[in-house]
């Protein structure tokens, strides 16, 4: 028998090339499935821009070819409603010649309308490419219980195979394992079962450590909400530290709360600021398109809750001059700002600085500044970088800490619990406000983190104003961190609502030319 | 100690005693009066800080500032001004004062709750060539006893502070010795 599994194996190897979805459609599942083309790579032992060549001009070949079929067919099973509306002309690229017309078919909405009730109840998927049903060996559109086969006896050309379910025929488990076995990897029936990568993985996410808070609180003060609130105030800062403290168990990186921090962080004087500039917004335009207008005015939620994501250099900062952004870096750069030509439509991304030349901006706002500059957008030279403090950085070291956070504030929307939404406002704007040297937080000194943070913030209310300018509306004001003024039908362009991806209105007034505005 | 570094900087790194470190991160958190001395507002701030009770002006005295009672009136008056000499004494003994009066208060917070947490930010290699270049990794410890390490420093007594340091270092383990010099020291209280 060893002869023969030898030639089987052979024969298994040089059969036909898996198909593979158009590779407009292989973009289009990776990204529905929210994966990135470095998770995709990883997963199949190549680089990441062989992946983008695979979703732009190329193929791949041999056994990659097999695997990466396996993903999108595993990809395609979970979105299957979508895949369906799609034509996929490249579909159906079998050397094999198809014996059965209808084959070809298979993926087409009426195929599937028609079978989806034959499957009884079973675990029936449509395939976004065919595979050998595991019973005649032809291309089938379907899968049931993990195994790719025929719904329709007729088309299938095993006599032996009656129905749909599993079969439990003999001459049907060597075909099984023939057909489907070598080609496809080890699991082949587990495929669409669970998730598989990381980006399907829960977060481990820390105790309950806010909701435990506010009900002792709430114990404590029997039901007395003002005073629970006032008292939740009070301790959000240790509590904060606490939690992220809890968010950081067993987490790559350490928390270096007292670096040595360079002169330009540290204040000049008492009440004095530092040299870091932080790019705040403070833009008004100065001339509105001609007419009466009915001005908006937005407020982004959360927004320094968003901004705990931004890269966070993790250690003592080091001096470097001269040299290019390293994007693995992060920390504060002295930078000369490019010329701003957009003040007539669009802020400018420094910020409302009066006077010229050089200044020390943070990494948010540099990366801002670099990106603007690039071919995406083209909207600026980019600046000019000539000192740097950064260290190693990463964007996960708070990530852990804001999503507890946010978890925590949308739970308490949806219950309407005011008590935990001031304890967690108060929780994440008191954390980043005394980061720096603050006396209320001895725990952490990283006043570059607070100016990160906070920068973070304003970048973030700038993209908002150049969507809304991209999305044809007039942005009348950027102000602070989280205020922006629009004319226009802004429901199209930013959902309405009070979760952290959503904005809410503060305000509307009418607006015309010549008199700037009137409330 | 074998591990102590005998002629620190000779390949160019840089960094200063921990104990000196230790030192100055415990007068950042003694806090007190940051205007200067040589201002008036600086100096008067002082003045009243060391004449407010019989026992500031005793420690005061104690601390170095031998001057006549007459002497202090006319400062606090306004109808002189102290010399240059004066006032460096005037911020020594205002500096040791202020040790002393904070050192209590400071050493319960530190000793609180099983110690504080103390970061250890290496020697500066920069300046090293590089075969000469040693790993020098950013440490961690838990402090647990800082009785010595605050009664030394308030005392003003250096190279007590230093010996009380390098016996909280050892804990470290075998490579204590490449922590004798540091960066920063850094702990909260």
């Known amino acids: ?519 | 100690m074998p591990q102590k570094n005998i002629d620190f900087g000779k390949y160019g790194a840089r960094g200063l005693k921990g104990s000196e470190a230790v030192a100055r991160k415990l007068d950042e958190l003694a806090g007190g009066i940051t205007t200067p001395v040589t201002a008036r507002r600086g100096l008067m701030a002082r003045l009243h800080y060391l004449t407010r009770t019989a026992h500031a002006r005793r420690a005061a005295r104690d601390a170095g500032l031998t001057v006549t009672d007459r002497t202090l009136k006319a400062w606090l008056d306004g109808g002189r001004r102290p010399s240059k000499a004066s006032l460096d004494r005037i911020e020594q003994a205002y500096r040791s004062v202020r040790r002393q009066n904070v050192a209590r208060h400071l050493l319960r917070r530190l000793n609180a709750s099983g110690g504080t947490r103390v970061e250890i930010h290496p020697l500066n290699q920069s300046q090293v060539p590089r075969p000469l270049q040693r790993v020098v990794e950013y440490r961690t410890m838990n402090v647990r006893r800082w009785d010595r390490i605050v009664a030394a420093w308030a005392a003003g007594d250096y190279q007590g502070l230093d010996d009380a340091w390098t016996d909280t270092i050892v804990d470290l383990g075998s490579q204590w010795g490449q922590y004798e010099y540091v960066t920063n020291v850094g702990f909260a209280a």
């Open chain 1, 1 to 519: 028998m060893g002869d023969f599994d030898a030639i089987d194996s052979l024969l298994a190897a040089v059969g036909p090339e898996a198909g593979l979805p158009a590779r407009g459609v292989r973009r289009e599942l990776r990204e529905q499935a929210r994966l990135s083309k470095a998770q995709v790579a990883r997963a199949l032992g190549v680089s990441p821009s062989t992946v983008a060549g695979w979703e732009d001009t190329r193929d791949p070949s041999g056994e990659i070819r097999t695997r990466y079929a396996y993903l999108l067919d595993g990809l395609a099973a979970k979105f299957a409603v979508e895949v369906q509306e799609k034509p996929e002309p490249e579909a159906v690229q079998e050397p094999e010649p198809v014996q059965e017309p209808a084959a070809a078919d298979d993926a087409s909405p009426a195929y599937d309308a028609s079978t989806a009730g034959a499957g009884e109840g079973d675990d029936v998927e449509s395939l976004a490419v065919p595979e050998p049903c595991v019973l005649c060996g032809q291309p089938a559109g379907s899968r049931v219980a993990g195994f790719a086969q025929h719904l329709d006896p007729a088309d299938c050309h095993t006599v032996t195979a009656p129905g749909p379910g599993p079969a439990p025929a003999s001459e049907a488990a060597e075909p099984v394992a023939r057909q489907e076995g070598p080609p496809r990897g080890p699991r082949p029936s587990g495929r669409s079962q669970g998730p598989a990568g990381r980006a399907f993985q829960e977060p481990s996410g820390p105790a309950d450590l806010i909701g435990q808070a506010v009900r002792a609180a709430l114990a404590e003060h029997e039901g007395d909400m003002e005073a629970a609130t006032a008292a939740l105030l009070k301790r959000a800062i240790p509590d904060a530290m606490r939690l992220l403290d809890e968010t950081r168990k067993g987490a790559r990186y350490d928390i270096v709360a007292h670096p040595w921090i360079p002169d330009i962080l540290k204040k000049q004087t008492s009440r004095g600021a530092d040299q870091i500039w932080e790019a705040r917004p403070k833009w008004t335009r100065h001339e509105l398109p001609p007419g009466r207008h009915e001005v908006t005015a937005l407020d982004i939620n959360g927004a320094y809750l968003s901004a705990l994501k931004t890269h966070l250099p993790l250690g003592q900062l080091e001096h470097s001059a001269g040299l290019a952004h390293d994007r693995r870096r992060a920390g504060v750069h002295l930078i000369t700002p490019p010329a701003w030509e957009h003040e007539a439509v669009l802020p400018n991304p420094i910020g409302q600085r009066d006077e010229p030349g050089p200044l020390w901006v943070t990494e948010p706002t540099l990366r801002l500044l670099l990106r603007l500059s690039g071919p995406k957008y083209g909207l600026c030279a980019p600046p000019e970088i000539h000192e740097s403090y950064t260290s190693g950085a990463t964007e996960n070291l708070l990530e852990k800490f804001r999503v507890a956070l946010k978890d925590a504030r949308d739970a308490a929307i949806t219950e309407n619990d005011e008590v935990t939404l001031e304890y967690v406002k108060a929780m994440y704007s008191k954390f980043v406000s005394t980061m720096g040297e603050s006396n209320y937080n001895r725990e952490l000194y990283r006043p570059d983190w607070m100016h990160i943070i906070r920068s973070q913030a304003f970048a973030n209310l700038w993209m908002k104003a150049l969507k809304a300018h991209d999305e044809g509306l007039a942005v009348v004001r950027a102000m602070g961190t989280d205020e922006l003024h629009v004319i226009g039908d802004w429901r199209r362009v930013f959902a309405e609502g009070r979760g952290v991806t959503e904005v809410k209105v503060k305000d509307a007034y009418t607006a015309a030319i010549g008199t700037g505005e009137e409330e």
